[in-house]
């Protein structure tokens, strides 16, 4: 996939992910249950608090929504620092909110690993480092500066000191662990979205390849008769104007640029527009097809066909699917890209299985990614070697993602190794891609033929 085609899925922003209505809801949602616990701490528990602080620190937040909502429209999309702030804000009230009720001694400490995890999710990594940084400092400040949780009787409501230094590490490692492996995930699944969006794009791409394919054949097909037409009557034209030679000039010349239009259309495609032919092929047709972008780039590409040994003869017939064709093509050109010299495909088939292994004289896959081939946007760890040997490659893996889910969806087990070079016969070691089919998904039982001839009207 070209440069330009990737830095569609390149976003330099993460925040402009969310919109604004998203976190004022998140903050109404806050909102009632702080007021739900003060309400049901002070008539149902008859707890002491300091209701008048507390009641304006929560409708600090209310202002916040109530700014937010009338002053930007509601489908805003967040910029970084718009993001970080509204979250900050929330962070910071939550704390001030759990100084005022008892600091960790409050069991509703626990939410401060909200707003950090919210952050993980589609803020920079900075930002999120800031937020941890924070809410990890707000914790330690809690656990020591609050004002008391009292009952009407004057009982202090406290932890024992055991259970509550316990649960001060419990919070620092949850905003570490929850943040991480929010961060992560959302990571995997935006990658894994932009990997299927990019596939999808390809495989779109071929299909219009194919249906161009379809709509020249058809044009060669529709125009063949009037350019017989054409020259026919030219033909008639010449030899009826044999004492007129400007004429005659001029009918000679229109029979030869129907003769060329004919080559021309007739290069470009021979099929008939329902012609089978176009959907099915012959499987070393196939990988032919799939191959001819990379036969002339200065690297041998040598593609071998036979049934394994005691076999059926007959080469099977398979589908021309997009997906097969584009899939193909990309493992192709990866064995290309980093061969020596030389590539070596190999076809074959048995009763029930169709097989191919392309194999180059390369220096094989990294040992650093072998195991995570056929994952979107791999990150090769730091090896000096591997970057020597590829080094116009980032390691993003979108090529070989795209290939293995392409081929998946026709039916085919991909299996990638080091090995290759035995096969093509030099190199370090060489890169060995399996590709195998069973047969009934990919060469279906022929219906009879190509169909029956259609007459042209």
Same mark, same amino acid.
């Given at each position: 996939?070209?440069?330009?085609?990737?830095?569609?899925?390149?976003?330099?922003?993460?925040?402009?992910?969310?919109?604004?209505?998203?976190?004022?809801?998140?903050?109404?949602?806050?909102?009632? %249950?702080?007021?739900? !616990? #003060?309400?049901? *701490? +002070?008539?149902?528990?008859? /707890?002491?608090?300091?209701?008048?602080? $507390?009641? =304006?620190?929560?409708?600090?937040?209310?202002?916040?929504?109530?700014?937010?909502?009338?002053?930007?429209?509601?489908?805003?999309?967040?910029?970084?620092?718009?993001?970080?702030?509204?979250?900050?804000?929330?962070?910071?009230?939550?704390?001030?909110?759990?100084?005022?009720?008892?600091?960790?001694?409050?069991?509703?400490?626990?939410?401060?690993?909200?707003?950090?995890?919210?952050?993980?999710?589609?803020?920079?990594?900075?930002?999120?480092?800031?937020?941890?940084?924070?809410?990890?400092?707000?914790?330690?400040?809690?656990?020591?500066?609050?004002?008391?949780?009292?009952?009407?009787?004057?009982?202090?409501?406290?932890?024992?000191?055991?259970?509550?230094? %316990?649960?001060?590490? !419990? #919070?620092?490692? *949850? +905003?570490?662990?929850?943040? /991480?492996?929010?961060?992560?995930?959302? $990571?995997? =699944?935006?990658?894994?979205?932009?990997?299927?969006?990019?596939?999808?794009?390809?495989?779109?791409?071929?299909?219009?390849?194919?249906?161009?394919?379809?709509?020249?054949?058809?044009?060669?097909?529709?125009?063949?008769?009037?350019?017989?037409?054409?020259?026919?009557?030219?033909?008639?034209?010449?030899?009826?104007?044999?004492?007129?030679?400007?004429?005659?000039?001029?009918?000679?010349?229109?029979?030869?640029?129907?003769?060329?239009?004919?080559?021309?259309?007739?290069?470009?495609?021979?099929?008939?527009?329902?012609?089978?032919?176009?959907?099915?092929?012959?499987?070393?047709?196939?990988?032919?097809?799939?191959?001819?972008?990379?036969?002339?780039?200065?690297?041998?590409?040598?593609?071998?066909?036979?049934?394994?040994?005691?076999?059926?003869?007959?080469?099977?017939?398979?589908?021309?699917?997009?997906?097969?064709?584009?899939?193909?093509?990309?493992?192709?050109?990866?064995?290309?890209?980093?061969?020596?010299?030389?590539?070596?495909?190999?076809?074959?088939?048995?009763?029930?299985?169709?097989?191919?292994?392309?194999?180059?004289?390369?220096?094989?896959?990294?040992?650093?990614?072998?195991?995570?081939?056929?994952?979107?946007?791999?990150?090769?760890?730091?090896?000096?070697?591997?970057?020597?040997?590829?080094?116009?490659?980032?390691?993003?893996?979108?090529?070989?993602?795209?290939?293995?889910?392409?081929?998946?969806?026709?039916?085919?087990?991909?299996?990638?190794?080091?090995?290759?070079?035995?096969?093509?016969?030099?190199?370090?070691?060489?890169?060995?891609?399996?590709?195998?089919?069973?047969?009934?998904?990919?060469?279906?039982?022929?219906?009879?033929?190509?169909?029956?001839?259609?007459?042209?009207?």
């Amino acid at each position: 996939m070209a440069v330009s085609e990737l830095e569609v899925f390149q976003d330099p922003g993460r925040s402009n992910w969310v919109r604004l209505r998203t976190l004022v809801i998140l903050r109404w949602v806050a909102i009632t %249950g702080q007021i739900a !616990a #003060l309400v049901a *701490g +002070v008539y149902w528990f008859d /707890l002491e608090v300091e209701t008048g602080l $507390v009641s =304006m620190t929560i409708g600090a937040s209310v202002l916040a929504n109530l700014f937010s909502t009338f002053l930007f429209e509601e489908n805003r999309r967040l910029r970084e620092r718009e993001a970080l702030l509204i979250l900050l804000f929330d962070l910071l009230q939550l704390g001030l909110l759990l100084y005022l009720t008892g600091g960790l001694n409050n069991p509703f400490a626990l939410l401060i690993l909200a707003p950090v995890t919210i952050a993980a999710t589609f803020l920079q990594m900075r930002s999120t480092l800031l937020m941890g940084l924070i809410a990890i400092a707000l914790i330690g400040l809690l656990s020591r500066n609050h004002l008391e949780l009292l009952t009407v009787s004057g009982e202090v409501l406290s932890l024992p000191p055991t259970f509550l230094f %316990g649960f001060w590490i !419990a #919070l620092m490692i *949850g +905003v570490v662990f929850l943040s /991480l492996y929010a961060r992560q995930v959302t $990571v995997e =699944m935006h990658n894994m979205g932009d990997a299927l969006l990019a596939t999808q794009m390809a495989l779109a791409r071929e299909q219009k390849l194919t249906d161009l394919g379809g709509v020249v054949a058809a044009a060669a097909h529709e125009l063949g008769t009037p350019l017989a037409t054409i020259k026919l009557v030219s033909s008639e034209l010449v030899s009826e104007l044999a004492d007129q030679d400007d004429l005659r000039d001029d009918a000679i010349l229109i029979n030869e640029q129907a003769d060329r239009c004919r080559d021309i259309l007739r290069s470009m495609g021979r099929s008939g527009k329902d012609d089978l032919h176009m959907r099915r092929a012959p499987l070393e047709t196939v990988v032919r097809e799939a191959a001819e972008p990379h036969s002339d780039r200065g690297k041998r590409v040598d593609i071998t066909v036979a049934a394994e040994i005691d076999q059926p003869q007959r080469q099977p017939v398979i589908e021309r699917r997009p997906e097969v064709v584009h899939g193909l093509r990309n493992l192709i050109q990866n064995a290309v890209d980093f061969s020596n010299s030389r590539v070596v495909i190999e076809a074959a088939w048995t009763e029930s299985t169709i097989r191919l292994r392309i194999a180059d004289d390369g220096p094989g896959y990294p040992a650093s990614v072998i195991g995570r081939i056929g994952t979107p946007f791999v990150r090769r760890r730091s090896h000096a070697e591997d970057t020597a040997k590829r080094p116009e490659y980032e390691g993003m893996g979108l090529g070989l993602f795209i290939s293995k889910t392409l081929l998946e969806r026709s039916g085919a087990r991909l299996t990638f190794s080091n090995g290759g070079a035995e096969l093509a016969g030099r190199g370090d070691v060489g890169a060995l891609v399996m590709v195998e089919w069973d047969r009934n998904k990919i060469d279906p039982p022929s219906s009879g033929g190509l169909g029956e001839n259609k007459p042209i009207t």
